[in-house]
């Protein structure tokens, strides 16, 4: 199945290379991308498809396993990045950034991961109860959830009408300018938490069974739970510096990726390569389903997210 998911997403990622203005054929793909082919077809691939292509695999992938992780340590499939506040924070701090310093790029990165690191410590502090209690942390995180939007809401009537414009795309979640120095060390960071998620997934596992057991057997919940939720946060405040908070795509991840290769080390490779896909199929509609009109992608995985959020609180008890 993972195989399954993994082609799914090349189909997907050579379908994004090939259409748009200028057709392209898979043989014109792969000679540009080994530097055999002409002037106009290597911008095309290299400058233009290509940036947007990887953007779009690195933050499906990083809010996939953010997304998670965040479900497994809390128990609770609600509990993705984007409802309980870890999004909000990192969008506020971003929004303010973009509206009262015009920040973009690498600072724009920092200021983003710096929103979400914060964001996430108070909400431990404030959820903490002789540890990280998974439904106390949700509802601290919907209480922060709606503080950022506040924030977000001020910066965005007291900032330049420009800038304002500027910051509402990037709020929407768009691939349409992302910067390529970010994305390079979006492509780095990724790489390197997705290997500590990796090497901590056999945490996972144990936590999955509870505190008490996960105690017995030798490990410290509390701490384990810190150093995951840590990483969860900064792989989605990377995705989230690099295109905006491209929403729901952490939420459907990991419940995908469960039913179809269960848990473990497995699962959280399989939430990646869900996450990239969902990204990369929702931006091909984005762009390509209305002739003459390109959306945010953002707005698809709104459109397919947010009835999915529902279904789940109504089949929760």
Do not use: H
Request: net charge positive; glycine share 12%.
């Amino acid at each position: 199945m993972l195989a399954v998911l993994v082609a799914v997403c090349l189909a997907l990622a050579v379908v994004a290379l090939s259409v748009g203005e200028i057709a392209l054929s898979p043989g014109e793909i792969l000679a540009a991308l080994t530097g055999r082919a002409d002037r106009v077809t290597s911008f095309v691939i290299t400058e233009l498809r290509g940036p947007r292509l990887l953007a779009a695999v690195l933050v499906g992938a990083s809010l996939g396993v953010g997304g998670a992780i965040v479900q497994s340590v809390v128990r609770n499939p609600i509990a993705s990045p984007d409802v309980i506040g870890i999004t909000a924070g990192a969008s506020a701090s971003g929004l303010t950034a973009i509206t009262l310093f015009a920040a973009s790029g690498l600072a724009l990165f920092g200021v983003v991961v710096a929103g979400a690191l914060l964001v996430a410590v108070v909400m431990i502090g404030l959820s903490w109860r002789r540890g990280i209690g998974g439904n106390r942390l949700v509802l601290v995180g919907i209480g922060v959830a709606a503080l950022g939007v506040s924030v977000t809401g001020w910066m965005l009537t007291r900032g330049d009408v420009q800038d304002a414009a500027v910051a509402l795309l990037w709020l929407t979640g768009s691939l349409n300018n992302v910067d390529g120095s970010v994305l390079g060390i979006l492509g780095v960071a990724f790489v390197v938490l997705f290997v500590l998620a990796l090497l901590q997934s056999s945490r996972l596992g144990v936590l999955a069974f509870g505190d008490d057991l996960a105690a017995s057997l030798g490990l410290p919940p509390n701490r384990a739970k810190l150093l995951l939720v840590l990483t969860a946060v900064c792989l989605t405040a990377g995705a989230v510096a690099a295109a905006g908070p491209v929403s729901f795509v952490a939420l459907m991840s990991a419940p995908i990726a469960r039913r179809l290769v269960g848990r473990g080390r497995v699962a959280l490779a399989a939430s990646a390569a869900t996450g990239a896909t969902v990204v990369v199929a929702s931006d091909l509609i984005a762009q390509f389903a209305v002739p003459g009109v390109q959306f945010p992608v953002g707005v698809v995985t709104g459109i397919v997210g947010a009835p999915y959020l529902l279904w789940l609180i109504a089949r929760q008890r």
